[in-house]
């Protein structure tokens, strides 16, 4: 049976979905600092531009590296051939289509923080009453949140591979890692307390 559903990095980055709710709330904070523009739309394109455009072009163009925790990085010649299968997985046409899906319900939600703004005023009023400054602030943290549920939503990609798929799946090349994944942070040989699990049965099976 293969094991790569138990890969240590897939559960800590989906995890980090737990942190969305929080940024959401900063978000609408932001919306609620001051009184909105005249144009209405303006505001709603920057945050939405700023907030989605850049994370949702990153994951269809260069995925985020799983094998990576705070500040450091696996070294791509440090990544077992796995890890790299994993990798090559970010690059299907399903995880874009779930990008684009996340993406769209993600400015859904943003929407109808913007339309709940008013309930936030009070909150916000312990900010200066800077209509940009409340702006910016919402659309950085929408930037955030959208980084914290489109990483999660990779990891979903590969959680519902098929064992079919994985089978047939070719581990990414170790030197096209660093020009088809961003990778950030230091990069080491081993990230400490992270285990590196062992290669599947069936993998094993297949190379013999």
Known sequence: MNNFRLEPFLWIHLAGLALAPLLLIVMWI????SDPW???????????????IPILWMQWTKPFDFFSLLFL?????????????????????????????????????????YQLAPFAAVTASMLPQWRILGLMIAAIAFLFCNLFVQVPV???????????????????PLDKVVSNF??????VNKILLIPTLPPSSNMTEKSS
């Open 73 to 113: 990085a696996v070294r791509p010649s440090s990544l077992t051939e796995e890890q790299r299968k994993i990798l090559s997985l970010l690059k299907t046409r399903k995880n874009k289509i779930l990008h684009g899906i996340a993406a769209i319900g993600l400015l859904g939600v943003g929407w109808l923080l």
């Open 154 to 172: 990779s990891v979903l990609g590969v959680l519902l591979t098929s064992e079919k798929t994985w089978l047939n799946t070719e581990p990414i």
């Open 38 to 52: 005249p144009f209405y739309w303006i505001e709603l394109v920057l945050v939405g531009v700023i907030g989605v």
């Open 182 to 187: 961003t990778v950030l942070g230091l990069r």
């Open 30 to 33: 932001g919306l609620g600092v």
